[in-house]
């Protein structure tokens, strides 16, 4: 265990946690929603300091980012735990696993040290280090010292995100945050409350700050039937990320499949009818960059110039084609909104 950041002590011996928009209040030898920070004699402790349940080699697109740093590996790294409980979750075995086993002080994962991490991941020629798989906020304790030891050694730092942490968590770690993938799930509040335990509008504002911070944004909506695609909340998204974050924010839509899914398993899989409509709701409100995900090889997966529509990026699965010069069009020059 280590001492949490980002939490108060109260003279009843609760703590009150700062980490993310819960907020929870926390009494003594109780945990908070995410399971994972515990209050030990009126002081808060990250229960999975420095243990990684998960770390990998991965191409980053399979964050996914498309564009920032097309084509580079990225050194993948996670540990237990979430301040979700997404019904959808398809990382659930890892993200889940302290409630569903009721884990206590005894947390799984490999122990590891900073200077391992941004070691192997330039031995293996990574570019760039992501926070992912489950919710990087719940280890941010795990994270941050490696984030600062990443950039001195010229890596970039990516998080892969359900966008609920704190003001005071984004402020700690804009200094060394590169570019984020934000799920934005739903854009009705009572579907985020029934679906994640969490609600809209913190997520919404982090990021709005996020972008006014310089942090390069991505945005990913799994599309879960009779869920997702309800009252207008399609357009409302791509509306929220023309109008707040720039029509040149890539958009990921992607399909679910409830095989996969922790609660969900009676719900339809995303067809591609239902992707495509998506995908034009994205494309009428004025996107620049709209991908589909989670299918088969699809042209819609490439990139193309939004002035000459020439193709730039041709991605067959993980296997990518880059065509474009250095962010620019190939043919007209046009910027293509891709850090390099």
């Given at each position: 265990m280590q001492e949490a950041l980002l939490y108060k002590e109260n003279k009843n011996k609760t703590v009150d946690c700062k980490l993310c928009n819960h907020f929870c209040n926390i009494p003594e030898n109780e945990t908070g929603f995410c399971g994972v920070r515990k209050n030990v004699n009126g002081k808060l402790y990250s229960l999975n300091y420095n243990r990684l349940?998960?770390?990998n080699i991965d191409p980053i697109e399979k964050k996914p980012f498309f564009h920032f740093l097309p084509g580079s590996l990225a050194y993948s790294i996670s540990a237990m735990g979430c301040n979700f409980h997404c019904l959808n979750c398809q990382n659930w075995q890892i993200s889940q696993l302290q409630r569903i086993e009721k884990l206590d002080n005894k947390f799984p994962g490999e122990l590891i040290k900073a200077e391992e991490i941004v070691q192997d991941a330039?031995?293996?020629?990574?570019?760039?280090?992501?926070?992912?798989?489950?919710?990087?906020t719940i280890f941010l304790e795990t994270a941050l010292p490696i984030m600062k030891l990443a950039h001195q050694h010229k890596l970039k730092n990516v998080w892969v995100?359900?966008?609920?942490?704190?003001?005071?968590?984004?402020?700690?770690?804009?200094?060394?945050?590169?570019?984020?993938?934000?799920?934005?799930?739903?854009?009705?509040?009572k579907k985020y409350k029934k679906i994640t335990g969490?609600?809209?509008?913190?997520?919404?504002?982090?990021?709005?700050?996020?972008?006014?911070?310089?942090?390069?944004?991505?945005?990913?909506?799994?599309?879960?039937?009779?869920?997702?695609?309800?009252?207008?909340?399609?357009?409302?998204?791509?509306?929220?990320?023309?109008?707040?974050?720039?029509?040149?924010?890539?958009?990921?839509i992607s399909k679910f499949s409830p095989e996969i899914s922790f609660k969900l398993l009676s719900k339809n899989s995303t067809s591609i009818k239902e992707l495509e409509e998506a995908y034009q709701i994205g494309k009428d409100a004025g996107l620049k960059y709209v991908y589909l995900g989670n299918i088969a090889t699809d042209d819609r997966e490439n990139t193309y110039c939004p002035e000459c529509g020439a193709l730039n990026i041709e991605r067959q699965g993980y296997i990518i084609t880059?065509?474009?010069?250095?962010g620019l069009c190939k043919n007209c020059k046009q910027s293509l909104n891709i850090i390099i």
């Open positions: 349940i998960a770390r330039k031995d293996n020629n990574c570019l760039s280090i992501a926070y992912t798989y489950t919710e990087p995100s359900n966008g609920f942490m704190s003001r005071e968590c984004l402020d700690l770690i804009f200094p060394y945050l590169d570019a984020i993938n934000v799920d934005l799930k739903f854009f009705l509040d969490g609600s809209l509008q913190p997520i919404l504002d982090n990021l709005i700050y996020l972008k006014k911070n310089n942090v390069f944004v991505e945005i990913t909506t799994l599309l879960i039937p009779g869920e997702t695609n309800t009252k207008g909340q399609l357009k409302d998204i791509a509306d929220f990320i023309v109008k707040k974050l720039g029509d040149d924010t890539p958009w990921h880059r065509d474009d010069e250095k």
